[in-house]
């Protein structure tokens, strides 16, 4: 016997028609996406695409995986016992434990700040909770109570189907709390007509939403990243109309956004970002976009941030725990800086003040002989003095001179000036100097934890490095020294730097930053398990649940030895790029296999 399937007896237009509909049917069911909902005039949105997803992938990065491991998994679990102990008040005040509460967001998750046409911003959160929505309405209940015992009063608006509960405390400016249920999703806020609005366009009413605002939509492009790196957290922000809605209806409020445009703030567009976490390549990627009017002016063009060489100098160590290097052109900030302060103070009042609190104190005068003697590039290196204290890590400051002969002279007026405070010191041909810091007669016994400020200044081939330890300045020195065993040189380094250079494009990075995770957290291990810190850590047990709590945990559940954690971190960089649009940064951190 033939078989006669079912799409042999329907009409092929019938079935076209057929399969239009049931499409058409789940696109009106699936809810938009928030910034779809929310208005044009969003000031502040901070957005979870999917929260399961987010924990699901937070726990494939380092950090979850390092909590995770079988050898440190007992540790975090009674810390988190501790912590859902220690809440046993909120489940009070909300109606449902912390544990609870915490699972509540099933989808996404959006809070943000709009702009209503009257009143103050309306605060606005969306959460889908899907089939924990009994949890949710428990914490409903409880907010609702306590509006009640405000005296608030209780309303409820049908919205084509939709109820709109506003619970409204008396009074002439409007203070409530309005909220709708629909599909598993809880939208509520603090302005009744702004839930409306959105009601509405979730029901397809045209209307200016936030995914129509021309610079929401650019800077959220800029931030989107490639198709294996979909960010689970995006944000953005309207700094300067924030302020003036925030600013409006208040005299000095209104001062303030008179400044604006003479400020050059007015050309702000907008700030935003996002953060993806566990991609095919990276542990996590931050991208962040300052976006721009152009032509800058004012406080923005002080900005002077630009391309060109970014390599590691010779002096650098190789085993710098962090590295940050960046091109600016100091002349064309101090000259945007003086017309800015002129502009409020008077002609000639910033000259006169570099004068008073720099040039004469230091007799030399500052912006010929300092200022105009910097070249542009500027590096901070990190380093960890031995042993761990709470202070161990060590930073050194290199600006680099366009005649380090000529400032040379400029150097030694200042050692004269301050004889009485600066040491010379030499080591292997290169002469430095410290600084003497006023120190207790028998040291810091008391806080041991504590490294003493050992400050240093010297002029190495053509930089200026200052650092608040001699240490680490003789450290760069020694490493200038060598023929090999700058950073420049090491393969986690180079690795960093060529994901850079894939991360800018065709764009110069004005910034390049290199980091050591691993050594960070070596730190944080050697104190946590240091003698010293276990001991403070007990007496300070009986008077802080938080230190008792901590103190418990490791003694039950000591720190695996650090290897087990090490072996999770892997290195990390980032950049920043200016061009006509304004400042983008990224950052990232390589995934460990």
Not at 236 to 265: C, Y
Not at 399 to 411: G, H, I, M, S, V
Not at 487 to 498: C, N, P, Q, R
Not at 575 to 590: E, P, Q, R, V
């Amino acid at each position: 016997m033939k078989i006669v399937s079912f799409a042999t007896l329907v009409p092929h237009w019938l079935a076209a028609v057929l399969s239009i509909l049931l499409i058409s049917q789940a696109a009106v069911a699936q809810r938009p996406a928030a910034y779809r909902l929310l208005p044009e005039d969003t000031l502040l949105y901070l957005r979870v695409a999917d929260m399961p997803d987010l924990i699901e992938r937070f726990q494939e990065t380092s950090a979850g995986r390092i909590s995770q491991d079988e050898q440190v998994r007992p540790l975090i679990d009674h810390l988190w016992t501790s912590l859902v102990e220690a809440s046993a008040g909120l489940e009070d005040a909300l109606g449902v434990p912390l544990e609870d509460l915490l699972s509540i967001p099933q989808g996404e998750t959006c809070l943000a700040l709009v702009a209503p046409e009257r009143g103050f911003p309306a605060v606005v959160l969306l959460i889908d909770a899907g089939d924990r929505m009994a949890a949710l309405d428990t914490v409903l209940e409880q907010a609702e109570f306590g509006m009640f015992q405000q005296g608030a009063y209780r309303t409820i608006r049908d919205l084509d189907g939709t109820e709109l509960v506003v619970n409204e405390l008396p009074g002439g400016q409007r203070r409530e709390m309005a909220y709708v249920q629909r599909d598993g999703t809880l939208i509520l806020g603090s302005n009744s007509l702004v839930i409306e609005s959105m009601v509405d366009a979730w029901n397809g009413r045209a209307s200016s939403r936030l995914s129509q605002n021309a610079n929401f939509t650019a800077i959220m492009k800029r931030c989107a990243g490639d198709e294996d790196e979909q960010p689970q957290i995006t944000f953005f922000i309207d700094p300067l109309e924030m302020t003036k809605r925030i600013a409006r209806g208040s005299l000095a409020g209104q001062a303030v956004i008179a400044l604006l445009p003479a400020l050059g703030l007015d050309g702000v567009r907008g700030l935003g970002g996002s953060v993806a976490l566990a991609t095919e390549q990276y542990d996590n990627v931050t991208q962040v976009h300052l976006m721009l009017d152009s032509p800058r002016k004012g406080v923005v063009e002080i900005l002077a941030m630009r391309g060109g060489d970014l390599t590691p100098e010779p002096w650098v160590p190789a085993d710098a725990v962090s590295y940050t290097s960046l091109n600016w052109d100091f002349e064309t900030s101090y000259n945007a800086l003086r017309m800015l302060f002129d502009a409020i103070r008077g002609d000639g009042a910033l000259d006169r003040e570099v004068d008073r609190r720099l040039s004469t104190p230091l007799g030399i005068p500052f912006e010929q002989d300092f200022l105009q003697a910097l070249d542009g590039r500027v590096t901070i290196v990190s380093w960890m003095v031995r042993p761990a204290r709470l202070n161990s890590r060590a930073n050194l400051l290199g600006l680099k001179l366009k005649d380090p002969k000529a400032f040379r002279q400029t150097w030694l007026k200042l050692v004269d000036q301050f004889s009485n405070q600066l040491e010379r010191q030499a080591l292997g041909g290169n002469e430095y100097w410290t600084i003497r810091v006023p120190r207790p007669a028998e040291g810091r016994p008391d806080q041991p934890m504590l490294r003493e400020p050992d400050p240093a200044i010297a002029i190495l081939d053509d930089y200026l490095l200052l650092s608040d330890s001699s240490e680490l300045l003789k450290h760069a020195i020694v490493t200038r020294g060598r023929v090999s065993g700058s950073l420049a040189t090491e393969l986690d380094y180079k690795l960093i730097a060529s994901r850079i250079r894939r991360q800018a494009g065709g764009d110069s990075p004005g910034m390049l930053a290199f980091d050591r995770p691993e050594e960070s957290l070596r730190l944080l291990y050697e104190l946590a398990t240091g003698d010293t810190t276990r001991q403070q850590l007990q007496s300070r047990a009986d008077d802080n649940p938080f230190f008792g709590a901590l103190d418990g945990a490791l003694q039950e559940n000591p720190l695996p030895p650090f290897a087990v954690i090490a072996r999770y971190l892997a290195p990390g960089g980032s950049l920043i790029t200016n061009d006509a649009t304004g400042f983008h940064y990224t950052s990232f951190t390589l995934r460990r296999r």
